[in-house]
């Protein structure tokens, strides 16, 4: 799952409906599980759905992206909200990928500060 020297590298892990969401911000991914087709007790490991990673965000029509922190809403069952370096990605998730909702980029997400952003994302 992780290249090598990355292990134990995870910046965050949410759930998302039925997806586990983890946050790879050193190699700037995130691994998306679906936990349905993953089943209890079984030898073998619960295998990934998909990767999104700058590729696919780059079809998607997003330039540059950095993963940092990743939110759920309960408001909002299969959205999820991406903090990245210098926007917030909004992406719907599905089995076969994510699709893209909106990319908030505004002074907010670009001055430095904490993380080198100020524009937060409250949970809830």
Same mark, same amino acid.
């Given at each position: 799952m992780f290249p090598e020297g990355y292990e134990g590298k %995870?910046?965050? %892990?949410? =759930? *998302?409906?039925? &997806? *586990? !969401? !983890? !946050? *790879?911000?050193?190699? +700037?991914?995130? !691994?998306? &599980?679906? $936990?349905? +087709? #993953?089943?209890? =007790? *079984? /030898? @073998? /490991? #619960? +295998?990934? @759905?998909?990767?999104?990673? @700058?590729? $696919? $965000?780059t079809k998607l029509g997003v330039n540059y992206f950095s993963p940092m922190d990743v939110y759920v809403s309960d408001f909002h069952p299969f959205v999820l909200f991406v903090q990245c370096l210098d926007k917030v990605v909004i992406l719907d998730m599905t089995r076969q990928g994510p699709i893209l909702l909106s990319e908030v980029v505004s002074p907010a997400s670009q001055e430095p500060g904490f993380y080198k952003w100020k524009m937060a994302i409250a949970r809830g």
């Open positions: %995870i910046q965050n %892990i949410e =759930f *998302l409906g039925h &997806y *586990l !969401v !983890v !946050v *790879l911000r050193y190699t +700037k991914e995130i !691994v998306i &599980y679906d $936990m349905i +087709k #993953c089943e209890d =007790f *079984l /030898p @073998s /490991p #619960c +295998k990934e @759905s998909y990767r999104i990673n @700058s590729t $696919m $965000m």
